[in-house]
């Protein structure tokens, strides 16, 4: 009788070990945060949606000022993106999808290169390059 006890005991044990580290291991997986580059990349991408749906000031909003810019100035930038997405539409029949092609962050400087695949109207396809900053929590286009 001893040795049944000894061995539920064992086993109770057991099972209490698995549960625990299938816990620690669920845990684990669910508080992981996404990678800087893959955050840098998603933002990338959605600023350029933004410019793409005809959001020009977010767009703008989106790009890194170390200081404040003049209401002037703002509204140059909004119409030179005007301007960028006329030339898009009349020479490639606009952009029609952004895929994030690959994203490297740098952690240390709070930067990152981000490689947007454009795809136009006329089937043709660009990688550009979009760099990025991080500043107080938050990627913007440099």
């Not at 991408?45 to 703002?74: H, N």
């Not at 454009?118 to 286009?141: A, I, K, Q």
Request: with cysteine.
């Amino acid at each position: 009788m001893v040795r049944l006890g000894v061995v539920r005991r064992s086993l109770r044990i057991g099972a209490l070990c698995v549960i625990v580290a299938l816990c620690v291991i669920g845990a684990l997986c669910g508080c992981s945060q996404p990678a800087p580059s893959e955050v840098a990349g998603r933002v990338a991408k959605q600023y350029y949606e933004q410019l793409v749906q005809g959001d020009y000031a977010a767009f703008v909003d989106g790009m890194w000022q170390p200081d404040s810019i003049s209401a002037a100035y703002r509204a140059e930038l909004i119409g030179n993106m005007k301007k960028f997405m006329a030339e898009q539409n009349a020479q490639r029949k606009g952009i029609r999808e952004i895929h994030v092609d690959t994203a490297e962050a740098d952690t240390a400087r709070h930067t990152a290169d981000v490689y947007l695949l454009f795809r136009y109207g006329d089937n043709s396809e660009e990688r550009v390059l979009v760099p990025m900053t991080e500043h107080g929590g938050t990627w913007y286009l440099r």
